[in-house]
Each structure stands twice: as structure tokens, then as C-alpha cells.
């Protein structure tokens, strides 16, 4: 059974700092692809970030404009598990933070990965909450 369990969420004031953790069990994640998405109150789920393996065997990064610069992805697959570093937090950046991950095999059909409909498994999800 595929589990993700994000961690790392908190409060904190804008210009700060947070790291988040997801750790990945129930199978090997070195192959899958693994994103980190948000939900703020009223909007729906939001690609944040993702890291996937490419042909030409080395991790791709990808980040939605509204982080780039500020946040990066990596992963540890001997710990089976992906990190968001979250730098120059700001209010607007409030939300629950999610983990999701698809394996090669999964069909993703016509869903880029920056949506959520493109991913297989997700966390519980982390609350992360910048003060102003």
C-alpha cells in the first residue's frame, strides 16, 4: 500500500523560511514522478512544484511562476523521500501543501503534470501559514 506523509508545516512570518518533508513508502519512488501542490481556503488545489526522471537519465525540476526562485524540490530516494524548501515565504503563499506522486506506468492520460487529475497518490497534506 502506497503511502505519502507530508511534515515540516508551520507558521511563520513572511520573508521566512520552511522546509517540508514527504516520505514515501509502500513501494521504490525512484522512477516516479512526485509533485508538491497547495489548496489556500475557497481556490482549488494548485501545482506548486514537481521533479520527475527524464531520458536523459538525469531529475527534471519544474515550478509554477508564482514560486519560482523562491522554493526548490529534491529528493532523497535512498530515504524514499521529496523536500520543498520554501524561502521568502509570503502571506499568499498560506495554504495546505500536498504530496503527490505517479509512477511511470500510471496513465496520466492528457493531464500535464501540473495538474492534480495527472497524479496517483497523494498525502494528507501539511498546513503551512505565513503571517504578515
Known amino acids: 500500500q502506497v503511502q505519502l506523509v507530508e511534515s515540516g508545516g508551520g507558521l511563520v512570518q513572511a520573508g521566512g523560511s520552511l522546509r517540508l518533508s514527504c516520505a514515501a513508502s509502500g513501494r521504490t519512488f525512484t522512477s516516479h514522478t512526485m509533485g508538491w501542490f497547495r489548496q489556500a481556503p475557497g481556490k482549488e488545489r494548485e501545482f506548486v512544484a514537481t521533479?520527475?526522471?527524464?531520458?536523459?537519465?538525469?531529475?527534471?525540476?519544474d515550478y509554477a511562476d508564482s514560486v519560482k526562485g523562491r522554493f526548490t524540490i529534491s529528493r532523497d530516494n535512498a530515504k524514499n523521500a521529496v523536500y520543498l524548501q520554501m524561502n521568502n515565504l509570503k502571506p499568499e503563499d498560506t495554504a495546505v501543501y500536498y504530496c503527490?506522486?505517479?509512477?511511470?506506468?500510471?496513465?496520466?492520460?492528457?493531464?500535464?503534470?501540473?495538474?492534480?487529475?495527472?497524479?496517483?497518490?497523494w498525502g494528507q497534506g501539511t498546513q503551512v501559514t505565513v503571517s504578515s
Open positions: 521533479t520527475r526522471w527524464s531520458r536523459a537519465s538525469v531529475y527534471i525540476a
Open positions: 503527490a506522486s505517479k509512477s511511470p506506468t500510471y496513465s496520466s492520460g492528457s493531464y500535464s503534470l501540473t495538474l492534480p487529475q495527472a497524479y496517483e497518490y
